[in-house]
Protein backbone atom coordinates (compact mmCIF):
# COMPACT_ATOMS: atom_id res chain seq x y z
CA UNK A 1 0.00 0.00 0.00
CA UNK A 2 2.56 2.31 0.37
CA UNK A 3 3.93 4.57 -2.37
CA UNK A 4 7.57 5.07 -1.29
CA UNK A 5 10.55 3.41 0.10
CA UNK A 6 10.25 3.06 3.75
CA UNK A 7 12.77 4.68 6.35
CA UNK A 8 15.87 2.52 6.90
CA UNK A 9 18.88 3.57 9.74
CA UNK A 10 20.54 5.75 8.35
CA UNK A 11 22.78 6.66 11.61
CA UNK A 12 23.96 5.16 14.74
CA UNK A 13 22.22 5.70 17.41
CA UNK A 14 22.84 8.43 19.99
CA UNK A 15 25.62 9.92 17.15
CA UNK A 16 25.62 13.65 18.03
CA UNK A 17 25.97 16.47 15.45
CA UNK A 18 28.12 19.34 17.10
CA UNK A 19 27.70 23.03 16.71
CA UNK A 20 30.46 25.28 16.74
CA UNK A 21 28.83 28.29 18.94
CA UNK A 22 29.08 31.94 17.43
CA UNK A 23 32.49 34.13 17.95
CA UNK A 24 32.26 35.79 21.18
CA UNK A 25 29.93 38.37 21.70
CA UNK A 26 28.05 37.40 18.86
CA UNK A 27 24.19 38.10 19.71
CA UNK A 28 25.59 39.37 23.18
CA UNK A 29 26.30 36.02 23.74
CA UNK A 30 29.23 34.45 25.48
CA UNK A 31 30.48 31.69 24.24
CA UNK A 32 27.39 30.34 24.68
CA UNK A 33 27.31 28.13 27.92
CA UNK A 34 24.83 25.81 26.20
CA UNK A 35 24.33 22.19 25.61
CA UNK A 36 24.74 22.39 21.57
CA UNK A 37 24.67 18.77 20.72
CA UNK A 38 21.51 18.10 18.57
CA UNK A 39 21.47 14.31 18.15
CA UNK A 40 22.35 12.90 14.77
CA UNK A 41 19.93 10.17 14.44
CA UNK A 42 17.08 12.34 15.29
CA UNK A 43 17.85 14.72 12.63
CA UNK A 44 18.21 12.11 9.85
CA UNK A 45 14.88 10.66 11.46
CA UNK A 46 12.98 13.41 10.68
CA UNK A 47 14.67 14.78 7.34
CA UNK A 48 13.62 11.20 5.98
CA UNK A 49 9.86 11.39 7.77
CA UNK A 50 8.89 14.75 6.58
CA UNK A 51 10.01 13.71 2.89
CA UNK A 52 8.23 10.68 2.50
CA UNK A 53 4.59 12.18 4.07
CA UNK A 54 5.35 15.12 2.18
CA UNK A 55 5.98 13.89 -1.06
CA UNK A 56 3.30 14.11 -3.91
CA UNK A 57 2.89 10.21 -3.32
CA UNK A 58 0.89 10.60 -0.08
CA UNK A 59 -1.60 13.84 -2.13
CA UNK A 60 -1.79 16.48 0.81
CA UNK A 61 -2.72 13.80 3.64
CA UNK A 62 -6.06 14.54 3.20
CA UNK A 63 -8.95 12.50 5.50
CA UNK A 64 -10.87 9.77 3.90
CA UNK A 65 -8.76 9.99 0.79
CA UNK A 66 -6.14 7.85 -0.44
CA UNK A 67 -3.54 9.50 0.80
CA UNK A 68 -5.17 8.61 4.05
CA UNK A 69 -4.57 5.15 3.68
CA UNK A 70 -1.73 5.90 2.82
CA UNK A 71 0.06 7.84 5.64
CA UNK A 72 -1.72 5.29 8.07
CA UNK A 73 0.31 2.67 6.57
CA UNK A 74 3.29 4.45 6.91
CA UNK A 75 2.93 4.92 10.55
CA UNK A 76 1.72 1.51 11.67
CA UNK A 77 4.45 -0.22 9.91
CA UNK A 78 7.21 2.27 11.54
CA UNK A 79 5.23 1.93 15.18
CA UNK A 80 5.38 -2.06 14.58
CA UNK A 81 8.90 -2.12 13.25
CA UNK A 82 10.01 -0.19 16.39
CA UNK A 83 7.93 -3.11 18.78
CA UNK A 84 5.26 -0.75 19.93
CA UNK A 85 1.78 -2.32 20.38
CA UNK A 86 -1.45 -1.42 19.08
CA UNK A 87 -3.01 1.39 21.72
CA UNK A 88 -6.90 1.00 21.27
CA UNK A 89 -7.05 -2.37 23.02
CA UNK A 90 -5.21 -4.41 20.08
CA UNK A 91 -5.76 -2.14 17.31
CA UNK A 92 -3.83 -0.05 16.27
CA UNK A 93 -7.16 3.00 14.90
CA UNK A 94 -9.69 4.94 16.15
CA UNK A 95 -12.20 5.12 13.91
CA UNK A 96 -13.39 8.35 13.69
CA UNK A 97 -16.54 9.06 11.63
CA UNK A 98 -16.54 11.92 9.49
CA UNK A 99 -18.55 14.12 6.71
CA UNK A 100 -17.08 16.03 4.11
CA UNK A 101 -19.52 18.15 3.10
CA UNK A 102 -18.82 20.53 -0.43
CA UNK A 103 -20.48 23.71 -1.62
CA UNK A 104 -20.19 24.55 -5.28
CA UNK A 105 -18.09 27.36 -6.13
CA UNK A 106 -21.02 28.78 -7.75
CA UNK A 107 -22.43 30.52 -4.93
CA UNK A 108 -23.02 34.10 -4.68
CA UNK A 109 -23.97 36.09 -1.73
CA UNK A 110 -26.38 38.51 -2.66
CA UNK A 111 -27.15 41.61 -0.68
CA UNK A 112 -29.56 43.66 -1.40
CA UNK A 113 -31.80 47.35 -0.19
CA UNK A 114 -33.38 49.73 -1.41
CA UNK A 115 -30.62 52.05 -2.73
CA UNK A 116 -28.05 49.29 -2.98
CA UNK A 117 -27.15 45.79 -4.48
CA UNK A 118 -24.40 43.47 -4.79
CA UNK A 119 -23.53 39.77 -6.24
CA UNK A 120 -20.39 38.66 -4.17
CA UNK A 121 -18.68 35.96 -5.81
CA UNK A 122 -16.87 32.88 -4.11
CA UNK A 123 -13.63 32.92 -3.27
CA UNK A 124 -12.30 36.55 -3.66
CA UNK A 125 -14.84 38.28 -2.14
CA UNK A 126 -16.67 35.92 0.17
CA UNK A 127 -15.64 32.30 1.40
CA UNK A 128 -19.06 30.82 2.30
CA UNK A 129 -19.33 27.19 4.00
CA UNK A 130 -22.13 25.01 6.25
CA UNK A 131 -21.30 22.65 8.98
CA UNK A 132 -24.87 21.16 8.38
CA UNK A 133 -24.88 17.99 6.47
CA UNK A 134 -27.60 18.48 4.46
CA UNK A 135 -27.79 18.82 0.37
CA UNK A 136 -28.77 22.46 0.16
CA UNK A 137 -29.04 25.33 2.89
CA UNK A 138 -29.68 28.79 2.42
CA UNK A 139 -30.51 31.93 3.94
CA UNK A 140 -33.92 33.80 2.54
CA UNK A 141 -33.91 37.84 3.26
CA UNK A 142 -32.14 37.97 6.16
CA UNK A 143 -31.70 40.93 8.09
CA UNK A 144 -27.84 42.13 8.85
CA UNK A 145 -27.18 43.05 12.13
CA UNK A 146 -23.56 43.94 13.13
CA UNK A 147 -22.92 42.75 16.68
CA UNK A 148 -19.56 44.02 17.35
CA UNK A 149 -16.96 40.99 18.38
CA UNK A 150 -20.11 38.30 18.72
CA UNK A 151 -18.91 37.81 22.42
CA UNK A 152 -21.66 36.60 25.16
CA UNK A 153 -19.28 36.22 28.10
CA UNK A 154 -20.95 36.87 31.58
CA UNK A 155 -18.29 36.46 33.83
CA UNK A 156 -16.35 39.10 32.11
CA UNK A 157 -19.57 41.41 32.29
CA UNK A 158 -19.69 41.88 28.34
CA UNK A 159 -22.41 40.47 25.64
CA UNK A 160 -22.70 41.93 22.59
CA UNK A 161 -25.79 40.30 21.92
CA UNK A 162 -27.77 42.72 24.66
CA UNK A 163 -31.40 43.99 23.89
CA UNK A 164 -31.75 42.27 20.43
CA UNK A 165 -33.17 39.27 19.04
CA UNK A 166 -30.61 37.48 15.96
CA UNK A 167 -33.60 34.93 15.41
CA UNK A 168 -33.47 34.33 11.44
CA UNK A 169 -31.11 37.18 11.04
CA UNK A 170 -27.45 37.12 9.45
CA UNK A 171 -25.08 39.02 11.93
CA UNK A 172 -21.84 40.41 10.98
CA UNK A 173 -18.57 39.98 13.68
CA UNK A 174 -15.30 41.04 14.21
CA UNK A 175 -12.49 38.65 13.99
CA UNK A 176 -10.41 38.43 17.60
CA UNK A 177 -11.29 39.72 20.84
CA UNK A 178 -11.72 43.76 22.05
CA UNK A 179 -8.54 42.97 24.07
CA UNK A 180 -6.30 42.92 21.11
CA UNK A 181 -8.31 45.60 19.61
CA UNK A 182 -7.14 47.79 22.46
CA UNK A 183 -4.21 45.91 23.73
CA UNK A 184 -5.56 46.80 26.84
CA UNK A 185 -4.21 43.99 29.94
CA UNK A 186 -7.54 44.76 31.78
CA UNK A 187 -10.00 43.95 28.88
CA UNK A 188 -10.08 40.09 28.67
CA UNK A 189 -6.67 39.04 28.09
CA UNK A 190 -5.35 42.29 26.48
CA UNK A 191 -2.96 41.58 23.42
CA UNK A 192 -3.36 37.29 24.07
CA UNK A 193 -6.05 35.87 22.50
CA UNK A 194 -9.09 33.97 24.60
CA UNK A 195 -11.08 31.46 23.21
CA UNK A 196 -13.84 34.74 22.48
CA UNK A 197 -11.52 35.77 19.48
CA UNK A 198 -11.86 32.47 17.62
CA UNK A 199 -14.05 32.39 15.14
CA UNK A 200 -15.42 28.94 15.72
CA UNK A 201 -16.59 30.31 18.66
CA UNK A 202 -18.20 33.36 17.07
CA UNK A 203 -20.45 31.03 14.84
CA UNK A 204 -21.16 28.80 17.38
CA UNK A 205 -22.49 31.54 19.79
CA UNK A 206 -24.30 32.93 16.70
CA UNK A 207 -26.36 28.99 16.46
CA UNK A 208 -26.98 30.24 20.35
CA UNK A 209 -28.60 33.09 19.22
CA UNK A 210 -30.78 31.37 16.69
CA UNK A 211 -29.08 33.37 13.82
CA UNK A 212 -29.15 32.40 10.34
CA UNK A 213 -26.24 33.25 9.22
CA UNK A 214 -22.75 34.92 10.50
CA UNK A 215 -20.29 37.01 8.27
CA UNK A 216 -16.93 37.43 10.11
CA UNK A 217 -14.90 40.51 8.65
CA UNK A 218 -11.31 39.74 7.90
CA UNK A 219 -8.42 41.23 8.75
CA UNK A 220 -4.86 39.61 8.15
CA UNK A 221 -3.73 40.72 11.89
CA UNK A 222 -6.29 39.88 14.28
CA UNK A 223 -6.87 37.05 12.09
CA UNK A 224 -3.15 36.05 12.06
CA UNK A 225 -3.36 34.89 8.51
CA UNK A 226 -4.29 36.20 5.09
CA UNK A 227 -7.14 36.05 2.83
CA UNK A 228 -5.45 33.77 1.38
CA UNK A 229 -5.34 30.82 3.72
CA UNK A 230 -9.36 31.67 4.55
CA UNK A 231 -9.70 30.77 0.22
CA UNK A 232 -7.37 27.95 0.51
CA UNK A 233 -8.93 26.30 3.78
CA UNK A 234 -12.61 26.88 3.68
CA UNK A 235 -13.02 25.97 -0.28
CA UNK A 236 -13.20 21.76 -1.12
CA UNK A 237 -14.24 19.26 1.39
CA UNK A 238 -15.02 20.77 4.57
CA UNK A 239 -14.90 17.59 7.09
CA UNK A 240 -16.48 17.53 10.31
CA UNK A 241 -17.31 14.93 12.99
CA UNK A 242 -20.26 12.92 11.26
CA UNK A 243 -23.08 14.36 13.70
CA UNK A 244 -27.10 13.92 13.11
CA UNK A 245 -27.67 16.89 15.62
CA UNK A 246 -25.52 19.47 13.21
CA UNK A 247 -28.11 20.58 11.38
CA UNK A 248 -30.03 21.74 14.79
CA UNK A 249 -26.95 23.54 16.61
CA UNK A 250 -25.40 25.19 13.98
CA UNK A 251 -25.86 28.46 11.35
CA UNK A 252 -26.94 27.74 7.71
CA UNK A 253 -24.62 30.12 6.50
CA UNK A 254 -20.60 30.26 8.02
CA UNK A 255 -18.81 33.27 5.97
CA UNK A 256 -15.89 35.27 6.24
CA UNK A 257 -16.16 38.65 3.99
CA UNK A 258 -12.86 40.65 2.89
CA UNK A 259 -11.94 43.73 4.77
CA UNK A 260 -12.86 45.70 1.50
CA UNK A 261 -16.03 43.92 0.74
CA UNK A 262 -17.12 44.64 4.26
CA UNK A 263 -16.30 48.64 4.02
CA UNK A 264 -18.83 48.61 1.17
CA UNK A 265 -21.47 46.99 3.08
CA UNK A 266 -20.89 49.06 6.22
CA UNK A 267 -21.01 52.44 3.75
CA UNK A 268 -24.25 50.88 2.09
CA UNK A 269 -26.15 50.91 5.49
CA UNK A 270 -24.75 54.72 5.82
CA UNK A 271 -22.24 53.82 8.39
CA UNK A 272 -18.24 54.27 8.65
CA UNK A 273 -16.81 50.79 9.33
CA UNK A 274 -13.65 52.15 11.44
CA UNK A 275 -16.61 53.92 13.58
CA UNK A 276 -18.13 51.18 14.27
CA UNK A 277 -14.97 48.52 14.74
CA UNK A 278 -13.79 51.28 17.40
CA UNK A 279 -17.06 51.26 19.51
CA UNK A 280 -17.34 47.51 19.83
CA UNK A 281 -14.37 47.55 21.43
CA UNK A 282 -15.99 49.25 24.55
CA UNK A 283 -17.99 47.68 27.04
CA UNK A 284 -21.37 50.20 26.00
CA UNK A 285 -21.58 48.91 22.42
CA UNK A 286 -24.62 47.92 21.32
CA UNK A 287 -26.27 45.73 18.02
CA UNK A 288 -26.29 47.67 15.14
CA UNK A 289 -29.09 47.01 12.03
CA UNK A 290 -27.12 47.74 8.79
CA UNK A 291 -29.75 49.78 7.20
CA UNK A 292 -32.28 47.89 5.57
CA UNK A 293 -29.49 45.14 3.52
CA UNK A 294 -30.72 41.96 3.67
CA UNK A 295 -28.57 39.11 2.62
CA UNK A 296 -29.67 35.74 0.61
CA UNK A 297 -27.51 32.82 -0.48
CA UNK A 298 -27.85 29.08 -1.33
CA UNK A 299 -25.24 26.85 -0.62
CA UNK A 300 -25.69 23.39 -2.76
CA UNK A 301 -23.66 20.47 -1.22
CA UNK A 302 -22.36 17.41 -1.80
CA UNK A 303 -21.98 14.87 1.00
CA UNK A 304 -19.67 11.91 1.56
CA UNK A 305 -19.44 9.88 5.15
CA UNK A 306 -16.43 7.96 5.64
CA UNK A 307 -14.23 6.46 8.32
CA UNK A 308 -10.99 8.52 9.32
CA UNK A 309 -8.17 7.01 11.70
CA UNK A 310 -6.60 8.50 14.46
CA UNK A 311 -3.25 5.96 15.11
CA UNK A 312 -3.21 5.09 18.49
CA UNK A 313 0.92 3.29 19.54
CA UNK A 314 1.63 2.08 23.03
CA UNK A 315 4.48 1.30 25.35
CA UNK A 316 2.78 -0.02 28.18
CA UNK A 317 3.88 0.95 31.98
CA UNK A 318 5.60 -1.21 33.99
CA UNK A 319 4.05 -0.25 37.30
CA UNK A 320 0.89 1.67 36.48
CA UNK A 321 -0.25 1.14 33.46
CA UNK A 322 -3.47 2.68 33.52
CA UNK A 323 -1.92 5.46 33.69
CA UNK A 324 -0.93 7.64 30.52
CA UNK A 325 1.44 10.44 28.90
CA UNK A 326 -0.04 11.30 25.58
CA UNK A 327 2.35 12.89 22.30
CA UNK A 328 -0.04 14.12 20.02
CA UNK A 329 0.50 15.16 16.65
CA UNK A 330 -2.03 15.58 13.44
CA UNK A 331 -1.20 13.48 10.31
CA UNK A 332 -3.05 15.31 8.37
CA UNK A 333 -3.04 18.19 5.71
CA UNK A 334 -5.62 19.60 3.10
CA UNK A 335 -5.14 17.00 -0.02
CA UNK A 336 -5.47 18.10 -3.50
CA UNK A 337 -7.25 21.31 -4.44
CA UNK A 338 -7.39 24.00 -6.54
CA UNK A 339 -3.36 25.62 -5.80
CA UNK A 340 -1.84 28.16 -7.06
CA UNK A 341 0.05 27.93 -10.37
CA UNK A 342 0.24 24.51 -11.61
CA UNK A 343 0.74 23.35 -8.00
CA UNK A 344 -2.23 21.62 -6.69
CA UNK A 345 -1.33 19.41 -3.62
CA UNK A 346 -1.25 20.62 -0.54
CA UNK A 347 2.45 18.83 1.00
CA UNK A 348 1.87 20.16 4.72
CA UNK A 349 6.07 19.23 5.09
CA UNK A 350 6.37 21.41 7.84
CA UNK A 351 2.22 21.29 9.06
CA UNK A 352 2.40 18.72 10.28
CA UNK A 353 4.90 16.55 8.76
CA UNK A 354 7.15 18.16 10.46
CA UNK A 355 5.25 17.04 13.72
CA UNK A 356 4.32 12.98 12.63
CA UNK A 357 8.08 12.76 11.94
CA UNK A 358 8.86 13.93 15.79
CA UNK A 359 5.90 11.30 17.27
CA UNK A 360 8.03 8.38 15.53
CA UNK A 361 11.85 9.78 16.41
CA UNK A 362 10.07 9.92 20.22
CA UNK A 363 8.65 6.40 19.76
CA UNK A 364 12.12 5.38 18.75
CA UNK A 365 13.41 7.03 21.88
CA UNK A 366 11.38 5.33 24.34
CA UNK A 367 11.71 2.09 22.91
CA UNK A 368 15.54 1.93 23.18
CA UNK A 369 15.98 3.03 26.41
CA UNK A 370 17.26 0.55 28.67
CA UNK A 371 14.14 0.23 31.33
CA UNK A 372 10.55 0.73 29.99
CA UNK A 373 8.72 3.54 31.43
CA UNK A 374 6.84 2.60 34.65
CA UNK A 375 3.39 5.16 33.13
CA UNK A 376 2.19 4.22 29.93
CA UNK A 377 3.53 6.51 27.39
CA UNK A 378 0.71 6.88 24.18
CA UNK A 379 1.60 8.39 20.43
CA UNK A 380 -1.74 9.31 18.99
CA UNK A 381 -1.18 10.56 15.45
CA UNK A 382 -5.00 12.27 14.98
CA UNK A 383 -7.32 12.95 11.59
CA UNK A 384 -8.78 15.68 10.57
CA UNK A 385 -6.62 18.42 12.55
CA UNK A 386 -7.21 21.02 9.52
CA UNK A 387 -10.60 20.78 9.78
CA UNK A 388 -11.22 21.74 13.39
CA UNK A 389 -9.55 19.80 15.90
CA UNK A 390 -11.76 16.36 14.96
CA UNK A 391 -9.41 13.49 15.28
CA UNK A 392 -8.60 15.03 18.94
CA UNK A 393 -12.22 16.24 19.53
CA UNK A 394 -13.29 12.55 19.22
CA UNK A 395 -10.90 11.22 21.26
CA UNK A 396 -11.29 13.92 24.24
CA UNK A 397 -14.76 12.55 23.89
CA UNK A 398 -13.85 9.30 23.67
CA UNK A 399 -10.57 8.67 25.21
CA UNK A 400 -8.88 5.31 25.50
CA UNK A 401 -7.96 6.13 28.76
CA UNK A 402 -9.54 7.44 31.10
CA UNK A 403 -9.24 11.65 31.85
CA UNK A 404 -8.44 11.14 35.45
CA UNK A 405 -5.46 8.78 34.46
CA UNK A 406 -4.71 11.51 31.73
CA UNK A 407 -1.00 12.78 33.40
CA UNK A 408 -0.43 15.08 30.77
CA UNK A 409 -0.51 15.85 26.63
CA UNK A 410 2.76 16.78 24.77
CA UNK A 411 1.43 18.32 21.08
CA UNK A 412 3.86 19.11 18.11
CA UNK A 413 2.81 20.62 15.18
CA UNK A 414 4.64 22.16 12.70
CA UNK A 415 7.60 21.97 14.70
CA UNK A 416 9.73 23.05 11.46
CA UNK A 417 7.61 26.45 10.75
CA UNK A 418 10.33 28.82 9.58
CA UNK A 419 13.38 26.52 10.19
CA UNK A 420 14.94 28.83 12.03
CA UNK A 421 17.71 26.74 13.74
CA UNK A 422 19.16 27.02 17.07
CA UNK A 423 17.57 29.31 19.79
CA UNK A 424 18.68 30.66 23.12
CA UNK A 425 14.63 30.49 23.88
CA UNK A 426 11.79 28.03 24.04
CA UNK A 427 8.76 29.60 23.62
CA UNK A 428 5.45 27.91 25.01
CA UNK A 429 2.23 28.94 23.30
CA UNK A 430 0.04 29.78 26.20
CA UNK A 431 2.27 30.74 28.77
CA UNK A 432 1.51 30.65 32.04
CA UNK A 433 -1.14 27.92 31.92
CA UNK A 434 0.00 24.84 34.04
CA UNK A 435 2.35 23.09 36.03
CA UNK A 436 4.09 21.53 32.93
CA UNK A 437 6.17 24.50 32.52
CA UNK A 438 8.09 23.67 36.15
CA UNK A 439 9.10 20.34 34.05
CA UNK A 440 9.87 22.70 30.64
CA UNK A 441 12.06 25.11 32.69
CA UNK A 442 14.07 22.10 34.31
CA UNK A 443 14.74 20.04 30.58
CA UNK A 444 15.24 23.62 28.75
CA UNK A 445 17.76 24.59 31.70
CA UNK A 446 19.46 21.21 30.37
CA UNK A 447 20.16 22.69 26.67
CA UNK A 448 21.04 26.05 28.66
CA UNK A 449 18.00 27.70 27.33
CA UNK A 450 15.33 30.10 28.73
CA UNK A 451 11.37 29.47 29.06
CA UNK A 452 9.52 32.44 27.07
CA UNK A 453 6.14 33.48 26.07
CA UNK A 454 5.02 32.53 22.66
CA UNK A 455 6.16 35.39 19.89
CA UNK A 456 2.40 36.02 19.16
CA UNK A 457 0.23 35.55 21.88
CA UNK A 458 -2.62 37.39 19.94
CA UNK A 459 -2.99 34.93 17.07
CA UNK A 460 -4.61 32.50 19.76
CA UNK A 461 -2.40 29.80 19.11
CA UNK A 462 -3.66 27.96 21.80
CA UNK A 463 -6.84 27.07 20.91
CA UNK A 464 -5.99 26.21 17.10
CA UNK A 465 -4.04 22.43 17.63
CA UNK A 466 -4.71 19.17 19.30
CA UNK A 467 -3.95 20.16 22.60
CA UNK A 468 -6.77 22.03 23.18
CA UNK A 469 -8.97 19.18 22.66
CA UNK A 470 -7.67 17.44 25.59
CA UNK A 471 -7.37 21.07 27.45
CA UNK A 472 -10.83 21.69 27.34
CA UNK A 473 -11.99 18.18 29.28
CA UNK A 474 -9.50 18.73 31.52
CA UNK A 475 -5.61 17.22 30.73
CA UNK A 476 -2.61 19.60 31.28
CA UNK A 477 -1.66 20.35 27.98
CA UNK A 478 1.53 21.85 26.56
CA UNK A 479 2.10 23.12 23.03
CA UNK A 480 6.01 24.59 21.99
CA UNK A 481 6.49 26.92 19.60
CA UNK A 482 9.27 28.32 17.41
CA UNK A 483 11.25 30.86 19.51
CA UNK A 484 12.88 33.83 17.02
CA UNK A 485 16.17 34.40 18.90
CA UNK A 486 18.34 32.58 16.20
CA UNK A 487 21.50 31.85 17.95
CA UNK A 488 23.38 32.02 14.77
CA UNK A 489 21.34 34.68 12.99
CA UNK A 490 19.23 36.83 15.31
CA UNK A 491 16.20 37.61 16.61
CA UNK A 492 15.49 39.71 13.86
CA UNK A 493 16.92 37.18 11.47
CA UNK A 494 14.73 34.83 13.09
CA UNK A 495 11.43 36.71 13.42
CA UNK A 496 11.51 37.57 9.39
CA UNK A 497 11.78 33.43 8.78
CA UNK A 498 9.05 33.21 10.91
CA UNK A 499 7.10 35.34 9.04
CA UNK A 500 7.84 34.70 5.52
CA UNK A 501 6.61 31.06 6.40
CA UNK A 502 3.49 32.33 7.86
CA UNK A 503 2.58 34.74 4.75
CA UNK A 504 3.87 32.52 2.03
CA UNK A 505 3.90 28.99 2.83
CA UNK A 506 1.37 27.99 5.44
CA UNK A 507 -1.93 26.17 4.14
CA UNK A 508 -0.19 26.58 0.52
CA UNK A 509 1.47 24.44 -1.91
CA UNK A 510 4.67 25.88 -1.34
CA UNK A 511 4.84 23.75 2.19
CA UNK A 512 6.93 21.43 0.81
CA UNK A 513 10.11 19.38 2.11
CA UNK A 514 13.81 21.05 1.40
CA UNK A 515 16.54 18.93 2.43
CA UNK A 516 18.45 21.87 3.12
CA UNK A 517 16.20 22.70 6.10
CA UNK A 518 18.29 23.22 9.34
CA UNK A 519 16.02 21.28 11.76
CA UNK A 520 18.30 21.13 14.84
CA UNK A 521 15.84 23.38 16.59
CA UNK A 522 13.40 20.52 15.34
CA UNK A 523 15.82 18.05 16.95
CA UNK A 524 16.32 19.92 20.49
CA UNK A 525 11.97 20.64 20.63
CA UNK A 526 12.01 16.61 20.43
CA UNK A 527 14.82 16.03 23.25
CA UNK A 528 13.14 18.57 25.51
CA UNK A 529 9.36 16.69 25.06
CA UNK A 530 11.09 13.40 25.72
CA UNK A 531 12.82 14.51 28.69
CA UNK A 532 9.54 15.99 30.27
CA UNK A 533 7.84 13.03 29.00
CA UNK A 534 10.91 10.59 30.84
CA UNK A 535 10.10 12.40 33.97
CA UNK A 536 6.50 12.25 34.61
CA UNK A 537 6.57 8.61 33.50
CA UNK A 538 8.77 7.88 36.65
CA UNK A 539 7.15 9.92 39.18
CA UNK A 540 3.68 9.86 40.93
CA UNK A 541 2.88 13.44 39.99
CA UNK A 542 -0.35 14.63 37.80
CA UNK A 543 0.48 18.29 36.95
CA UNK A 544 -2.42 20.81 37.44
CA UNK A 545 -3.55 23.77 35.60
CA UNK A 546 -2.87 26.71 37.30
CA UNK A 547 -5.17 29.07 39.14
CA UNK A 548 -7.34 31.39 36.46
CA UNK A 549 -7.28 28.90 33.81
CA UNK A 550 -10.38 27.90 32.50
CA UNK A 551 -9.60 24.69 32.08
CA UNK A 552 -9.08 24.31 35.89
CA UNK A 553 -12.23 22.93 36.96
CA UNK A 554 -12.34 20.02 34.54
CA UNK A 555 -9.27 18.34 35.71
CA UNK A 556 -9.93 19.14 39.13
CA UNK A 557 -13.32 17.32 38.79
CA UNK A 558 -11.68 14.15 36.85
CA UNK A 559 -9.53 14.06 39.84
CA UNK A 560 -11.80 14.41 42.62
CA UNK A 561 -14.21 12.09 40.94
CA UNK A 562 -11.16 9.14 40.19
CA UNK A 563 -10.19 9.68 44.29
CA UNK A 564 -13.80 9.22 45.75
CA UNK A 565 -14.74 5.93 43.52
Known sequence: MLGAALLVAACDSGSDASVTPPPEGKQGVSQLAVALSPDATIDAELHQHIAELASDAYMGREPGTEGEELTVAYLVKHFEALGLEPGNDGDWFQQVPITAVTSSPEAVLSIRGADYSAELNYGDQMMAMTTRQLDQVSIEDSELVFVGYGINAPERGWNDYAGIDVTGKTVVVLVNDPGFATRDPALFNGNAMTYYGRWIYKYEEAARQGAAGVLIVHETAPAAYGWGVVRNSWSGPQIRLTDANANAHRVAIEAWLPLEQAEALFSAAGLDYGEQKAAAASGDFTPV???????????????????????????????????????????????????????????????????????????????ELPQRPERSILFLAVTAEESGLLGSQWYGENPIFPLAKTVANFNMDNIASGTVGLTQSVAVVGYGNSELESYLEEAAAEQGRAVVQEPFPEKGYYYRSDHFSLARVGVPALYLTRATD??????????????????????????????????????????????????????????????GVEFKAARDASLSESANK
Request: charged residues 25%; aromatic residues 10%.
Open 289 to 367: PLGDLRASMTLENTLTSASSHNVAALIPGTRYPDEVVIYTSHWDHLGVREGEGDDNIYNGASDNASGTAALLSLARMYM
Open 486 to 547: SIEHGHEWGAKRLADYRKHHYHKPSDEYDPSWDLSGSVQEVQLLFAMGRRLAANREFPRWNE
